[in-house]
């Protein structure tokens, strides 16, 4: 059984920047990973993911402000924000594909002034 354990969420202004992070309980090697977020009454969004060889991919939305990225001796995946937008408010979930998809709890990124 897997565990993913989201941190470093939390209000921050426009333009500002953050950086979550997804450490799992068991080993992440060769499990693909990315981050999903969810807005109320809106569509589930892939936002970043990459792969057990650390090839990320991008939504559109954020190509170019958020960087995906993975330290499988820590068992974590990240997720740095930068240039933030009200638009990029949600709750942010990581995920790993293993034999199934694990997902985290969920982490709160309000971006508001």
């Known amino acids: 059984q897997v565990q993913l354990v989201e941190s470093g969420g939390g209000l921050v202004q426009p333009g500002g920047s953050l950086s979550v992070s997804c450490a799992a309980s068991?080993?992440?090697?060769?499990?693909?990973m990315g981050w999903f977020r969810r807005v109320p009454e809106k569509q589930r969004e892939l936002v970043a993911a990459i792969t057990s060889g650390g090839s990320p991919t991008y939504a559109d939305s954020v190509t170019g402000r958020f960087t995906i990225s993975r330290d499988n001796a820590k068992n974590t995946v990240y997720l740095q924000m930068n240039s933030l937008k009200p638009d990029d408010t949600a709750v942010y979930y990581c995920y790993i594909d293993l034999s199934r998809r694990y997902w985290g709890q969920g982490t709160q990124v309000p971006v508001s002034s």
């Open positions: 068991g080993s992440i090697r060769i499990g693909a």
